[in-house]
């Protein structure tokens, strides 16, 4: 496991977390009964169907989050990594889960009881109260990233959302030259495409000029669009 001074540098500059000292951050994780569970690679750490209970903020590795249809078919609906929230829906609405996760490395966990102050405290300290109000925030934007991800599957050509992707990504990097987390079959998965016609749109992009790839790593050239990145007012 991390150590304790590392753990709270990663809170710290999350939501939930925001503007919290360090005494402070612990005194809440105590009130929540907060606990660390590391998770050998290819994990299932929740299952589609279990009932969430908990906010998971993952301290070290990666997840994926995936959904199986009726069909048999995988798709993955979001790759998490170190600093980023998983089940916040879930555990504040206590609705069971829809999705899988499963780590994609070795991956270190830290799990809040947050009922323990939605339902089962009377809030009076200030610390508890300021943890909240984050915890709003952080579910609005979960809930902001769940509505585009929807627009982009259900209104934009394949172009269109690998033009996304790969804006989202450079706009994250700070560069036009930039790895990607996910290998072909993840990337068609996430961006609900198939991925053969996937990798022909991504070679008619480079015969177009518009990009250069070499597995997971990727520059946009000057003549690709790049999608205009929405702020976040709460970053």
Do not use: W
């Amino acid at each position: 496991m991390i150590e304790q001074e590392k753990m709270l540098g990663i809170l710290k500059k999350g939501l939930l977390f925001r503007n919290m000292e360090d005494d402070e951050i612990m005194e809440a994780l105590e009130t929540m009964g907060s606990h660390r569970s590391v998770y050998p690679k290819r994990t299932l750490v929740m299952r589609d169907g279990d009932a969430m209970t908990q906010v998971g903020i993952i301290l070290s590795g990666n997840l994926h989050l995936f959904h199986i249809d009726a069909n048999g078919n995988s798709n993955l609906m979001e790759n998490l990594g170190e600093g980023e929230p998983i089940g916040l829906l879930n555990a504040v609405g206590e609705y069971r889960l829809h999705i899988s996760a499963e780590t994609t490395a070795e991956t270190e966990i830290l799990f809040l009881n947050v009922s323990q102050l939605l339902r089962k405290n009377v809030l009076t300290a200030p610390v508890q109260i300021r943890f909240l109000q984050n915890l709003t925030v952080a579910v609005a934007q979960q809930a902001h990233r769940l509505t585009r991800k929807l627009e982009d599957s259900i209104r934009r050509s394949m172009r269109d959302r690998l033009q996304d992707y790969l804006s989202g990504q450079f706009h994250k990097a700070g560069k036009r030259t930039f790895a990607i987390p996910l290998n072909r079959q993840d990337l068609a998965d996430f961006l609900f495409v198939d991925r053969s016609a996937m990798s022909n749109e991504l070679c008619k992009m480079r015969d177009e000029g518009l990009l250069k790839f070499e597995k997971s790593k990727f520059e946009l050239l000057i003549e690709m669009p790049i999608t205009e990145e929405e702020p976040d007012p709460n970053q």
